[in-house]
């Protein structure tokens, strides 16, 4: 089967469009088509319907999607076999993680690697930890630097690093603040400023309540933990942050039977080989572990 044929597929089915596929593959949008009607050909089936300005797949190009992301995948697994025989670290290396662990704790791993490893093209991307999780199952990332989920996929194998207390947090300002020790259920019933539903954090806090067959009243919702830091240090209301981002703008709580902590670490894909760029980077992450 055409190779070059199934990842202008794969592209196009992504973007639905074949003009953003011809710029992630770095192509002009005829040699997209091209190279899309060519596999058409081949499997003697039409891949995509053109309605307007949309392109869907149709019932062929549906049941064709993951077979062809399989053996992309078992490619490039292959490659980076036969690439590890030669001993040399280098190459590229998709690397995703969120912004808080970019901000806070990858700073001087990167600092090592890059130094360490100059052939290596790092190639970083920031994005939620369940994003990140989700990418490394599906083969688009090889390693994750993140927030390590509670149940993590089959797929997914995760390697602990560094252990991240959690705190209760309200603004200086705020009626709770300097009253000592807060119990859960006051907490429950005040104004709360988490991470989304789908985030790891807010599930860790959500079940801590939830225990007690209590509900928090979440009023506000956002992903990045600085804007949470911000929003509760002006009064807008509690919520619960790593220990490394505590400061005099922030009050911390004592809330009895509650001590929240998260785990972050490095995630991979179970079956996948791993590049010796890849392993050199686990090596020098787990050089940093609990620092």
Known sequence: MDIAGLRAFLAVAEQESFSAAAAELHLSQPAVSKRVAALEATMKVRLFDRIGHRVLLTEAGAALLPRARRILLDIEDSQRAIANLSGRVEGRLYLGTSHHIGLHRLPPVLREFVAGYPEVRLELRFLDSEAVCAAVVAGELELGVVTLPVDPPPALMTEPVWDDPLSVVVGR??????QGRVDMTRLAGTP???PGPETFTRQIIESEFARRGLRIEAELSTNYLETIKMLVAVGLGWSLLPDSMLDEQLSALTVPG???H??????HHRERTLSNAARAMLETVAR????
């Open 262 to 267: 998260r785990r972050l670490g490095i995630v």
């Open 192 to 194: 709360a400023i988490l």
């Open 173 to 178: 300002d705020h009626p709770l603040a300097g």
């Open 258 to 260: 509650l001590a929240p």
């Open 288 to 291: 940093h572990r609990d620092s």
